[in-house]
């Protein structure tokens, strides 16, 4: 289940593999998960393969895949990956990879990557302080997807003005309050053709001939999923309101441009201190699918069979 292989130019790769699907870690640069497919199958991450197989440059390399940064975005986002990484085993399908501590920003990034039953991925990033003071930054998760594709984001429950509700529903307060918020960027073209709303979700297509587009929002449902062909990847991660996030309070973010297409999630913002440590969970599930999930009542059936975490 777990083993080492030459992949994408890169001589030392982890290797997980479950039934169905597999997962590649790179061990020369990283952390980062290079692949998530079935068996055989396209690769649902990006991979710029101008950038796959090199190590130690000196400058930061998106190169695609999974990659672990910190949030707010600063100068420390953009600290390399680009060196050797440790791993050690934790289980059959399981295992930790270790980043050497930044002497620019004093932190130690450690990615845990599990495959678990019925093809579930659990993805954790640990953010360490090994410096001697506080940390102002929280894990950041990126899912590079491969460019083509549409991205699919649960919409509340929709309803009527309470001034129109039908006779004998009686309107609560938080009824006349707003129940979503979006966060938009200066380069963010709500009109460019790439959004679409409907009933029950915000859609959020690639474009290979238009300019960066980024979009960030409050997902309480805590899931986000990207259909590019015939397969659906899904993330899951978690939104507590009581807690203050970065970039205005958002969670998740989308970003594409000509040639990628991301999909983050964001731990909410706090003070960490010396010595200590701050966690962020993903779960990833990959699904096969024939239908086009831009139609909303093929959406709607898709995602209520999809797994509850």
Same mark, same amino acid.
């Given at each position: 289940?777990?083993?080492?292989? /030459?992949?994408? &130019?890169?001589?030392?790769? %982890? $290797?997980?593999?479950?039934?169905?699907? #597999? =997962? +590649?870690?790179?061990?020369?640069?990283?952390?980062?998960?290079?692949?998530?497919?079935?068996?055989?199958?396209?690769?649902?991450?990006?991979?710029?393969?101008?950038?796959?197989?090199?190590?130690?440059?000196?400058?930061?390399?998106?190169?695609?895949?999974?990659?672990?940064?910190?949030?707010?975005?600063?100068?420390?986002?953009?600290?390399?990956?680009?060196?050797?990484?440790?791993?050690?085993?934790?289980?059959?399908?399981?295992?930790?990879?270790?980043?050497?501590?930044? /002497?620019?920003? &004093?932190?130690?990034?450690? %990615? $845990?990557?599990?495959?678990?039953?019925? #093809? =579930? +991925?659990?993805?954790?990033?640990?953010?360490?302080?090994?410096?001697?003071?506080?940390?102002?930054?929280?894990?950041?998760?990126?899912?590079?997807?491969?460019?083509?594709?549409?991205?699919?984001?649960?919409?509340?429950?929709?309803?009527?003005?309470?001034?129109?509700?039908?006779?004998?529903?009686?309107?609560?307060?938080?009824?006349?309050?707003?129940?979503?918020?979006?966060?938009?960027?200066?380069?963010?073209?709500?009109?460019?053709?790439?959004?679409?709303?409907?009933?029950?979700?915000?859609?959020?297509?690639?474009?290979?001939?238009?300019?960066?587009?980024?979009?960030? =929002?409050?997902?309480?449902?805590?899931?986000?999923?990207?259909?590019?062909?015939?397969?659906?990847?899904?993330?899951?991660?978690?939104?507590?309101?009581?807690?203050?996030?970065?970039?205005?309070?958002?969670?998740?973010?989308?970003?594409?441009?000509?040639?990628?297409?991301?999909?983050?999630?964001?731990?909410?913002?706090?003070?960490?201190?010396?010595?200590?440590?701050?966690?962020?969970?993903?779960?990833?599930?990959?699904?096969?699918?024939?239908?086009?999930?831009?139609?909303?009542?093929?959406?709607?059936?898709?995602?209520?069979?999809?797994?509850?975490?």
């Amino acid at each position: 289940m777990i083993e080492e292989i /030459a992949y994408g &130019g890169w001589k030392r790769n %982890l $290797r997980l593999r479950g039934e169905s699907t #597999e =997962l +590649v870690i790179t061990l020369d640069v990283g952390p980062r998960v290079i692949r998530y497919a079935t068996h055989g199958g396209a690769n649902v991450f990006a991979e710029l393969s101008e950038q796959l197989g090199g190590c130690d440059e000196k400058e930061w390399m998106i190169r695609g895949g999974h990659r672990f940064w910190t949030a707010p975005e600063a100068d420390h986002s953009y600290e390399l990956d680009n060196s050797p990484v440790t791993w050690k085993k934790l289980g059959d399908t399981s295992v930790e990879i270790i980043q050497p501590a930044s /002497a620019s920003f &004093g932190f130690q990034k450690t %990615l $845990r990557v599990e495959l678990l039953e019925n #093809e =579930l +991925v659990r993805i954790t990033h640990l953010l360490a302080n090994a410096s001697q003071a506080p940390l102002e930054m929280t894990p950041w998760a990126l899912s590079v997807m491969a460019p083509g594709g549409t991205a699919l984001i649960p919409q509340p429950f929709l309803d009527l003005h309470p001034g129109e509700f039908p006779e004998g529903r009686e309107a609560k307060p938080e009824e006349f309050l707003p129940n979503r918020e979006l966060v938009l960027w200066p380069f963010t073209n709500l009109g460019d053709g790439r959004y679409l709303f409907s009933k029950h979700f915000l859609r959020m297509s690639y474009a290979a001939n238009l300019p960066a587009t980024k979009l960030g =929002l409050k997902l309480p449902s805590g899931w986000i999923a990207y259909q590019n062909g015939a397969n659906v990847f899904a993330k899951y991660f978690t939104y507590n309101p009581a807690l203050t996030y970065p970039d205005h309070g958002a969670n998740c973010e989308l970003y594409t441009d000509k040639n990628i297409f991301e999909l983050e999630s964001l731990a909410n913002l706090q003070s960490l201190p010396v010595g200590g440590v701050r966690e962020h969970i993903e779960h990833w599930s990959l699904h096969p699918i024939a239908t086009d999930l831009r139609d909303e009542q093929a959406a709607l059936d898709f995602f209520a069979a999809l797994p509850k975490i």
